[in-house]
Nanobody
């Protein structure tokens, strides 16, 4: 079994910054792509940013230039640095990891979500 534990959410004023972290643990042989998604009330979950094990990054157009995704492969941890936050960034943020376990099975795993609220 694989667990993803997120941290770093909270309340911040517009223009402020937050850093999210997500650590994967458990029966992990290799972690492929990792990423962040978000879901606002009444809306569908949407991609925020992803990063491959080789470091190739992909961003939603709405966050490009403001958010930075990074990862520490040795720690199976992915980060999301969020700057110049806007009220429309308010959402529950979910970590995702594509993991190969010790039985060579590839599967997607999700964290429990961490709330980010941008408000004055």
């Amino acid at each position: 079994q694989v667990q993803l534990v997120e941290s770093g959410g909270g309340l911040v004023q517009p223009g402020g910054s937050l850093r999210l972290s997500c650590a994967a643990s458990g029966s992990i042989f290799r972690t492929d792509a990792m990423g962040w998604y978000r879901q606002a009330p009444g809306k569908q979950r949407e991609l925020v940013a992803t990063i491959t094990d080789g470091g190739i990054m992909n961003y939603a157009s709405s966050v490009k230039g403001r958010f930075t995704i990074s990862r520490d492969n040795a720690k199976n941890t992915v980060y999301l640095e969020m700057n110049s936050l806007k009220p429309e960034d308010t959402a529950a943020y979910y970590c995702n990891a594509r993991v190969v376990n010790f039985f060579a099975t590839l599967a997607d795993y999700w964290g429990q979500g961490t709330q980010v609220t941008v408000s004055s």
